[in-house]
């Protein structure tokens, strides 16, 4: 049996049946029955995958580009003039910070060229929260925010810090203002001003500003006069005017207070003593002193409290007040006095000098004194009565015969300090007295009053009045008001 040597299939390859029509082995035809051998199969082309793979890379780029626009704020986007776009809120918040922190000044003139960085001068910015903005407003997914409108901020410099590296670099530009000021003169017991002066310094507004517009401007370097310029005073004379116009004011009321009354008056001299005017960062402040206040609050009780004090009327027999006597006044004691010097001290602190004060009140009572006079022709005598008991009783000179005093029951309806009187004679002659004085009228024409021509008192002498010594008849005067009774009888 012949073998075919030179088709030599590999291991496990797959193979196929030779037939008739092929070409014979070793060149020779076929003929007869010829034994067939087996040859390995093509391998089949494998197919191509490149368009597959470069579709995948393709569909990654354009996941991550998407996934980043939803991270990064819009190309073209500025903060404050300060570029963020292709960046995270995140990084966009450093870049922003380190921008601010080393823009550049350079002092000119006096400066002397001395350089400044935004953290020499403590430039700040809320970096954070205009990131934030800047992504909210242009996020990179929203192409329509691309190249969109500058998100603005506010870049300050903080005072102190600037001062003292500005004071640092130019020491020679500052000379500092004085403030007015507010100080108590005893001379004149009121609050004068002490005048301002001007000084001079950098001036740290406008070095402020024009450092926020240098960043604004995409700039990261500026120049600034570093020379002296004015520096007002942070107290003008007006504002300390204005304060102790204020205070002397208070000086007229200030006080301790029951209701409405000025229970306590406080002098102006010791008010002085309890605060000062000092001059803080906000200006002019009044600051109390509560250990001085104290010691006139221990002092109180002594000032408020009382017993109380009855009124006292004038009544009629009806009861009618026709005067009062004197006035009532309700008994007080003080209440607590623990917290009160401390909210004294804040009513000062804020410019108020009306201090009200708790008190105990013991309500007054009123005493009615039934006042009349009685005259007595027959004995010649005028008597005083409260509530039934003589006041006073002296003797008078009544009409004489031809002129009566007419009797009954009257009321004294006017008072007159003095006049001249006039009365007709029984022959019809009129006679004139002058400067009559303490004249109470209680019957027409018919007075009490004083009487400086005759002093034949017990004796009927007049034309009708009741003439009386003079100081008897003042005191009649002011002891009896209109309404009062008077009962005249033989």
Request: hydrophobic share 40%; aromatic share 6%.
């Amino acid at each position: 049996m012949k073998f075919v040597t030179d088709v030599i299939s590999a291991q496990d390859a797959k193979t196929e049946k030779l037939t008739e029509a092929d070409t014979a082995l070793d060149g020779q035809d076929s003929g007869g029955d010829q034994p067939l051998a087996w040859a390995p199969i093509e391998p089949a082309p494998k197919k191509k995958r490149l368009g597959l793979w470069i579709g995948l890379g393709v569909g990654a780029v354009l996941i991550g580009a998407g996934a980043a626009s939803a991270i990064l704020i819009a190309p073209g986007t500025t903060v404050a003039g300060i570029p963020v776009g292709w960046l995270t809120p995140g990084a966009a918040a450093d870049a922003i910070s380190a921008h601010v922190s080393e823009t550049e000044v350079t002092l000119t003139g006096t400066g002397d060229d001395v350089v400044l960085t935004g953290a020499d001068l403590g430039a700040t910015v809320d970096a954070a929260a205009l990131a934030d903005q800047a992504f909210a407003a242009h996020p990179m997914w929203n192409l329509g925010s691309w190249m969109g409108e500058p998100i603005s901020g506010d870049i300050a410099l903080d005072p102190t810090t600037a001062d003292s590296a500005l004071r640092t670099a130019v020491p020679a530009s500052f000379d500092d203002p004085v403030d007015a000021g507010v100080v108590f003169d005893t001379t004149t017991a009121s609050f004068v001003i002490t005048p301002s002066e001007t000084g001079t310094g950098v001036d740290l507004d406008a070095l402020g500003a024009a450092f926020a517009e240098a960043i604004a401007d995409g700039g990261k370097s500026l120049e600034f006069p570093g020379g002296p310029a004015e520096a007002t005073p942070s107290v003008t004379d007006e504002d300390a005017t204005t304060l102790a116009t204020s205070l002397n004011t208070m000086l007229g009321t200030i006080g301790f207070y029951i209701g409405d009354e000025r229970t306590v008056p406080i002098d102006p001299v010791t008010a002085s003593t309890w605060f000062s005017i000092q001059d803080s960062e906000d200006g002019l402040q009044i600051v109390a002193d509560q250990t001085a206040i104290q010691t006139t609050v221990d002092a109180l009780p002594a000032a408020v409290d009382r017993a109380p004090v009855n009124a006292t009327n004038i009544v009629d027999s009806a009861g009618n007040v026709l005067r009062t006597e004197s006035a009532g006044a309700n008994g007080r004691a003080m209440g607590d006095t623990s917290g009160l010097a401390s909210d004294v001290a804040k009513q000062l602190e804020a410019g108020e000098g009306v201090f009200p004060i708790s008190v105990t009140e013991t309500p007054f009572e009123s005493v009615n004194l039934l006042r009349t006079i009685d005259v007595n022709l027959s004995s010649q005598t005028a008597t005083l009565y409260e509530n039934g008991a003589v006041v006073r009783s002296w003797k008078i000179s009544s009409g004489k015969a031809a002129t009566p005093t007419d009797t009954g029951n009257f009321k004294v309806y006017a008072h007159v300090r003095s006049q001249t009187m006039k009365s007709r004679e029984p022959d019809g002659s009129i006679t004139e007295t002058p400067n009559v004085p303490w004249v109470t009228y209680f019957n027409g024409d018919e007075a009490f009053h004083g009487t400086y021509w005759h002093s034949n008192f017990g004796n009927r002498m007049s034309h009708g009045c009741v003439n009386m010594p003079i100081d008897v008849a003042r005191f009649v005067y002011e002891w009896a008001p209109v309404g009062l009774e008077v009962s005249v009888h033989n």
